[in-house]
């Protein structure tokens, strides 16, 4: 059974567009996060979300919105995208929060043309 | 805010050899110190989780270690196997749901 799983894994748009990445955890965590892995492969945090609370990373546009249907599910809206948009999106979980160990999804491939 | 580094960037050894990846970070406050893998093409897989109060953690063939006054942290990799091939990430949990990434390190273990 897949723990933290995302669709697509690969998504090529035009900028401009709008689009989404979906993350779903079947572990029962409270806590789920998405990651921003660049072309040079570092690996930034741009949110978390626990029990309706988001806390978001100043550094992340406003044009990227988290959306929780649901404890399991941690949606990533993206509009009007732009090229420096491209890298991969990774989805995580955890228990609680950032003192626990989290379970990373397998990650969504963005390339924006 | 907390900054991570990874020394060496890329790492090769013969097969059965041990090796110590290193950890380096800012802000001594962390809650803790995750170590991680990263396959080509793949998301992290979770290695050893040590929390501020521990120093070490140890998992099979790999041994954590943290050092809260140096800002340190290594990984020890002992009998290491063409399997142990991948990225190795440490990251710093931070308050508020933080986890400070370094760059990673690129071990490559040689048949």
């Known amino acids: 059974d897949t723990a933290v799983s995302q669709t697509p894994k690969y998504l090529v748009t035009q900028m401009g567009n709008d689009k989404s990445i979906k993350c779903e955890q079947n572990?029962?965590?409270?806590?789920m996060y998405w990651y921003k892995q660049d072309s040079k492969k570092f690996l930034k945090i741009m949110f978390s979300?626990?029990?309706?609370?988001?806390?978001i990373n100043e550094t992340v546009p406003n044009r990227f919105s988290p959306k929780s249907p649901d404890k399991a599910h941690l949606n990533l809206h993206i509009n009007s995208l732009e090229l420096g948009d491209s890298a991969v999106y990774f989805c995580?979980?955890?228990?609680?929060?950032?003192?626990?160990?989290?379970?990373f999804g397998p990650g969504t491939r963005l390339t924006v043309l | 805010k907390q900054e991570v580094t990874q020394i060496p960037a890329a790492l090769s050894v013969p097969e059965g050899e041990n090796l110590v990846l290193n950890c380096s970070f800012t802000?001594?406050?962390?809650?803790?110190l995750q170590w991680f893998r990263q396959d080509p093409g793949k998301g992290l897989t979770s290695l050893l989780l040590?929390?501020?109060?521990?120093r070490e953690q140890t998992s099979g063939r790999l041994n954590a270690s943290l050092d809260k006054s140096s800002g340190r942290s290594t990984l020890y990799i002992a009998a290491s196997q063409p399997g142990d091939s991948a990225t190795y990430l440490c990251?710093?949990?931070?308050?508020?749901?933080?986890?400070?990434f370094g760059t990673g390190t690129r071990l490559t273990v040689i048949p």
């Open positions: 572990l029962g965590h409270d806590t």
């Open positions: 979300y626990n029990n309706k609370e988001l806390i």
């Open positions: 995580a979980s955890s228990p609680s929060g950032s003192t626990d160990t989290q379970y």
């Open positions: 990251a710093g949990g931070s308050g508020a749901n933080n986890l400070f």
């Open positions: 040590i929390q501020s109060s521990q």
């Open positions: 802000d001594s406050a962390i809650y803790n």
